[in-house]
């Protein structure tokens, strides 16, 4: 079963107006908060639709809006619905009650705090960022959890968001929204090293690619990655060792080294960036020249040893451009016995 759909988001003064769906019992939106829309009528173009169900529910006539993108909802129930998202910042006319909810103007920097839907935060990110005309692919569970995201056809990573004792809060949500809003979620750190006669060992470090969306050009973790939405940190560890440096671990070659959890905020690109990571630490300590490695080019520039001791030392003063925290870098010198 499939239908059609248009959704608006009007601005007015650094504000959106938002619906808060508290009317109808069945509504499959009963107490989120949406922009204003509905389903087409007969022979409607997505344009003739906008203007008709905003005018219907708010009372407004638009004169200045944008087709924004096309969101593909699968429900999970049998039901997919291709909804065309609109925004708007020019309209007239008298406001009218709306028989669906309570419509009300809320600063843009607070939307974000209200019951939203997980995928309505994908796009709501997506405007915000000015991303040219889009397509987006949400599908949920029967339970209204999203299981999986795709833009312009490309996946989207999801991550599950943790509480503060690192178990799972049910929750999935996609990465930049997690980054954005600050969210807990699990990573996996491998620390690569081998024996040496300064320190006592010495640290793979790995130069971050420019191109990276956060930290780029800075040496970091031997290799790290987000655990997927549904993964465990070993599962995603194996994967990252690969994928990154073209390592084929065997998971029980990967020695649990302790945990780190950290938040941190930065801008990158003129973008806040607010990383909150619950981060399981594992060694590996079988031989690996740095000729035979293949690295993953979009994520890795370039790999180097370096003495622990020297590069705590690094660390500390600040004397190398890094994004490793001293704090876990001090945990893995611990568990290797060093410090």
């Excluded at 991550?159 to 949500?173: A, P, W, Y």
């Excluded at 622990?308 to 001090?330: P, Q, V, W």
Aim: aromatic share 10%; glycine share 10%; hydrophobic share 35%.
């Amino acid at each position: 079963m499939t239908s059609l759909s248009t959704l608006c988001y009007i601005e007015q003064n650094g504000s959106w107006l938002m619906l808060h769906r508290t009317v109808k019992k069945n509504d499959v939106n009963k107490d989120k908060w949406i922009g204003v829309g509905g389903h087409f009528e007969a022979d409607e173009s997505p344009e003739e639709c906008v203007l008709r169900e905003v005018k219907e529910e708010t009372g407004y006539t638009l004169t200045s809006y944008r087709y924004r993108g096309l969101v593909t909802f699968v429900s999970g129930g049998g039901e997919t619905e291709y909804m065309s998202l609109f925004t708007a910042d020019g309209f007239e006319g008298e406001p009218a009650a709306c028989d669906e909810g309570e419509l009300e103007w809320v600063p843009i920097e607070k939307v974000w705090g209200l019951n939203l839907w997980e995928g309505d935060k994908i796009f709501f990110r997506l405007l915000d960022e000015g991303e040219p005309f889009f397509s987006l692919k949400l599908v949920y569970d029967g339970g209204g959890k999203l299981v999986s995201a795709a833009l312009n056809g490309r996946p989207m990573e999801l991550f599950d968001i943790l509480n503060e004792d690192g178990t799972k809060s049910g929750i999935v949500r996609e990465r930049g929204v997690a980054h954005r809003e600050g969210s807990l979620h699990p990573t996996a750190h491998i620390w690569i090293v081998r024996p040496n006669e300064k320190s006592g060992f010495d640290v793979l470090l790995q130069k971050r690619s420019e191109r990276k969306d956060s930290y780029p050009g800075c040496y970091d973790i031997s290799s790290a990655g987000h655990v997927a939405a549904g993964d465990d940190y070993l599962t995603t560890a194996v994967r990252e060792l690969s994928e990154e440096l073209g390592i084929s671990a065997a998971a029980a070659e990967l020695e649990p080294a302790g945990q780190h959890k950290i938040y941190a905020e930065n801008v990158f690109y003129g973008r806040m960036f607010r990383d909150a990571e619950l981060s399981q630490m594992y060694v590996y300590r079988k031989p690996v020249d740095i000729a035979d490695l293949t690295l993953q080019e979009s994520e890795v520039e370039r790999v180097v040893w370096m003495d622990y001791g020297e590069c705590l030392e690094a660390i500390r003063i600040g004397s190398m451009k890094t994004c490793i925290f001293e704090d876990e870098f001090r945990t893995l010198g611990k568990y290797l016995g060093i410090i």
